[in-house]
């Protein structure tokens, strides 16, 4: 199976930078997209920045401008850069990768357990 990991949350201010990483791990043949959630209380999960294997990138435009979504294939990791953060952007991210197993004949969606980040004004 597949290991998802994130990092790189924290507190910080408004107008203030974090770089969250996240590391996929496993018997992985390849990942096709890798994708970065968020979740703030009482809200929906929604979609923040993703990105293809061919590195084409689509973002939220509540975030465009602001958060640059990167990837490192050797490294099985995919970045999130987040600039002039906003106290709206408090939520947990969530990575999520597709991915294909040695086991398996196609792709599944692998899930990160999140990290917190939080935005204080």
């Known amino acids: 199976q597949v290991k998802v990991v994130e990092s790189g949350g924290g507190l910080v201010q408004a107008g203030g930078s974090l770089r969250l990483s996240c590391a996929a791990s496993?018997?992985?043949?390849?990942?096709?997209?890798m994708n970065w959630y968020r979740q703030a209380p009482g809200k929906q999960r929604e979609l923040v920045a993703a990105i293809t294997s061919s590195g084409s990138t689509n973002y939220a435009d509540s975030v465009k401008g602001r958060f640059t979504i990167s990837r490192d294939n050797a490294k099985n990791t995919v970045y999130l850069q987040m600039n002039s953060l906003k106290p709206e952007d408090t939520a947990v991210y969530y990575c999520?990768?597709?991915?294909?197993?040695?086991?398996?004949?196609?792709?599944?969606?692998?899930w990160g357990q999140g990290t917190q980040v939080t935005v204080s004004s």
């Open positions: 999520n990768a597709r991915a294909m197993t040695v086991s398996l004949t196609g792709f599944l969606d692998y």
């Open positions: 496993g018997s992985i043949v390849s990942i096709n997209t």
